[in-house]
């Protein structure tokens, strides 16, 4: 069982309003105690006009009873007592026909004089215990006025209650939608719905905590739409190489084409392309989720890239695309695994020939960025349409898919390229105009030793 009531309470409303409602009993209380001991006098003047109203009685000869706790006494304006009923009492005796109320000792008295003929011959007194000054008697005083006046109290607090409580709960409705909002967002999800948002103009705990869920529901919007495109693509990208291997072979089944090299070199194309797709979603996969660890050494770029563009000519020699290096004498050494560096050089730099037309040129280049080498491939080709940018590197997703798939890619180039620059705390983007060719920069970091060596 719980320690702390406000956890058995079924919503925040309900809790809200019921803090609300206990601080407000609580101040009023406190209020109350307070007014009650700085008006405990008031008891006092009370009862002190009580025994001028029983003295005024008892001198008009109209009082029939004497209120419990009063005495009533007379004298003569000599101080020649008539009748007492506290014997002996050192009462102040007045001459001038006056009403006098105070105390004396520890007796609270009213006096009223009896004058005939313009003389006073007679006093009246009303008297009664005064209370003490000690700290049991303010507090005896203070609980008395309190009990003197407890329906009044009573009648405060209920209202005082009530209104703290109908504010509670107006203040907690809008306090507690987007939370409301928030979960029949999170029941949609549990069906699949990630399209459901919640719209909150709060800058407080809940708005933030809104804005956090709007951007995860989002991001899994995104890669529910990312997981689907990826069983669609894959799928694809099996059925086509798997649908010409069966057709080859049933071919061959039913003697309609001969076992010969052409036909098996093809066979054995399509083979190659599916372990190559399936290789590069391991690697892919590997990278992601940081299974993949990355050998990191001070590499010198100006090698690999000259490596990198050789293979390059060789590949695409039909071409007739002019591929170039353009990497500064000074440039520092990164720090970096110099495969998976060669993998996104290759990447990039096959990716910008396939694109470019015969006679354009695509020109590898760098520069030192504070800590980082900044590398740019830069091509003359078709460029890329402003749409197709914020996807170029998700997996699968081609600007031009036709051409892709005819020129043997997956898709997957760009996906690894992006997954080994942010593994090595990098960056990778592009930039481009159709019709003006590309440019893809990402960025190493530089090698310590190479920091070490920078001239001031």
Partial sequence: MSSRPLERLPTIRAKLGSTIIFAVGMT???IFLILGYALRKSSQDTDRLTLLRVARRAAAGTLTTTPGAISVIRTGPDGASRTSQEGETPLPLFTDGM????STGELDYAVVPVVRSGQVVELVYAVRSAPGEGVFARVKETF??????WWQFLLAGALAAGIALLVARWLAR??????RDMAAAAHGME???YSRRVHTRSRDEVGQLATAFNRMSAELQNLEQSRRDLVANVSHELKTPIAAIRAHLENLLDGVE???PKTLQVMLAQTERLGRLIEQLLELSRLESGELPLLREETPLAPLVTQVLSEIEVARSKQGVVVESKLPNDLPPVDADRERVHQVLFNLVDNAVRFTPAGGAVTVSAQRQNGSVEVRVTDTGVGIPPEDLPRLFERFYRADPSRSREDGGTGI????????????GGHIRAESELGEGSVFTFDLPVAPAAK????P
């Fill in 144 to 149: 008395r006025f309190l009990t003197d006046f």
């Fill in 258 to 260: 001969q076992p010969d």
């Fill in 191 to 193: 069906t699949g719905d």
């Fill in 99 to 102: 009403v006098h109320v105070g």
């Fill in 452 to 455: 070490n060596r920078r001239d």
């Fill in 174 to 179: 809008g306090m507690t939608q987007p939370l």
């Fill in 28 to 30: 009023v209380i406190l």
């Fill in 413 to 424: 180039g760009l996906a690894i390229a992006r997954s080994v620059v942010e593994a090595h």
